[in-house]
């Protein structure tokens, strides 16, 4: 693909309910960053995996969210028990390793819980 | 730890007048730090990196390890730079997590 793409685009979703984001990374990108970005506010970082490592899931809110990637392909992010306050654009990022390498970030997704 | 401030939430100037977007950050190794921006409606890229030391659209930045700062700079502003900057870090040897700031938006007037 040509870029860092993440499904859906736009989800609402009503308070309780799960929702799963996905993000289709880079290939070959061996570093995939996820991010919160709520109104008006900046970029929150939530979860970062690097190769097979354990990730760094030192940003994840609370134990309802969790992420999950398959060695360097596809991750995906799961809130479980939506709340009104997990409303945000999550933001998906891949890039290579090493020095000076940028990361390439997704569309994002809109999540709307009502 | 990795933390990057950015003090100012929002920075209002006319066309013509130059522009500076303050970044700090707290990092004990030798860190990697990169400005990114978001036009509006456009998905978060990057705007320059401080190992490659360039300018980008007529932007700066130079890494002060002394007052551990980052600032980005453009001598005069345009209205087309109107949009949201993040600094960003990236930890150094075997560690790539890369933290944003809180972001800036720039607002050009004409």
């Known amino acids: 693909g040509a870029g860092v793409s993440q499904s859906p685009s736009n989800k609402v979703t009503e308070k309780g309910k799960d929702v799963e984001l996905r993000c289709d990374p880079i290939?070959?990108?061996?570093?995939l960053y996820w991010y919160r970005q709520r109104l008006g506010q900046g970029l929150e970082f939530l979860i970062y995996f690097q190769g097979n490592s354990a990730p760094d899931k030192s940003g994840l809110p609370s134990d309802r969210f969790s992420a999950e990637r398959t060695g360097e392909s596809v991750s995906t992010l799961t809130i479980q028990r939506t709340q009104q306050e997990d409303s945000a654009v999550y933001l998906c990022?891949?890039?290579?390793?090493?020095?000076?390498?940028?990361?390439?970030f997704g569309q994002g997704t809109r999540l709307t819980v009502v | 730890a990795q933390r990057v401030t950015q003090p100012e939430k929002l920075l209002s100037v006319f066309k013509g007048a130059p522009v500076e977007l303050k970044c700090n950050y707290s990092y004990s190794g030798s860190p990697e730090l990169f400005w990114y921006v978001q036009y509006s409606r456009q998905r978060l890229q990057l705007l320059l990196r401080?190992?490659s030391r360039e300018s980008i659209k007529g932007f700066t930045a130079d890494l002060n390890k002394g007052e551990t700062s980052f600032h980005l700079k453009k001598p005069f502003a345009q209205e087309e730079d109107s949009a949201m900057y993040y600094c960003?870090?990236?930890?150094?040897?075997?560690?790539?997590?890369?933290?944003f700031g809180k972001g800036t938006l720039l607002t050009v007037n004409p």
């Open positions: 401080h190992i």
């Open positions: 290939s070959g990108h061996t570093a």
């Open positions: 990022a891949s890039s290579l390793t090493g020095s000076g390498t940028e990361a390439f």
């Open positions: 960003a870090l990236k930890g150094g040897g075997s560690n790539y997590k890369l933290t």
